[in-house]
């Protein structure tokens, strides 16, 4: 069940109208997070991306993304202007239990993440939803389509998945710029509709 920070504190760049905000893009290990930040970014994003090796391959579950060859060790960065002044800075968080502490570290300051599912992996949203929910932030579901993924109506993903009836749910392709752009909005309109209003 999704879950609010009692109060998210946006920042405010001093000499300026922008509005910045800190998101994450989270979800499991090759779920599309990385893809997702190069669709999306104006900026040159940044990437820890490095290969794989076999020493990995003991602890990441391969299976369905038998083809993946890098994997996040850090964090992918990127920013997005969206108008009236707001500035989303977007941090990518690694999909694996081993990086655990440093995604407790990434999340501060954050007021919300989108969290990507793969279809043919649901249960393994599940740890990264706890994280989140958690360290009390609003969020948003974001499926990525992979081919061949088996497909679901958004009620039966909404149960396997036990949302808040009141947590968005979209379809977004991570390649699409378009797709990606929508969800962010979704989550951005979700997380200031649950900010604390300002006494008048």
């Known amino acids: 069940m999704d879950s609010a920070r009692s109060s998210p504190d946006p920042r405010y760049l001093a000499g300026t109208d922008q ?5 994450l893009i989270a979800g499991p290990f090759a779920v599309g997070k990385t893809t997702l930040i190069r669709a999306i970014s104006e ?36 920013r997005l202007t969206l108008p009236n002044e707001l500035v ?28 990507m599912v793969d279809t043919r992996r649901l249960e393994e949203s599940f740890e990264v939803m706890d994280l989140i929910e958690e360290a009390g932030l609003r969020y948003a579901v974001a499926v990525n389509p992979f ?8 009620d039966t993903l909404r149960d396997h998945l036990d949302l808040h009836p009141g947590t968005p749910l979209v379809l977004c392709d991570a390649r699409s710029r378009g ?8 989550l951005v309109e979700h997380v200031i509709a649950h ?5 008048a």
């Open 88 to 115: 989303l800075y977007l941090f990518g968080t690694p999909g694996q239990r081993r990086f655990r502490l440093l995604w407790e570290d990434i999340a501060q300051g954050a007021v919300g993440a989108l969290v």
């Open 195 to 199: 900010m604390p209003m300002e006494p």
């Open 179 to 186: 797709q990606s752009l929508d969800a962010l909005i979704a």
């Open 43 to 78: 900026i040159a994003p940044l990437h820890t991306e490095e290969v794989m090796t076999q020493a990995g391959a003991l602890v990441d579950r391969l299976a369905g993304v038998k083809d993946k060859t890098t994997t996040t060790v850090a964090i992918d960065f990127g």
């Open 19 to 23: 509005v910045l905000i800190k998101l």
């Open 147 to 154: 081919p061949e993924a088996p497909t679901y109506d958004a």
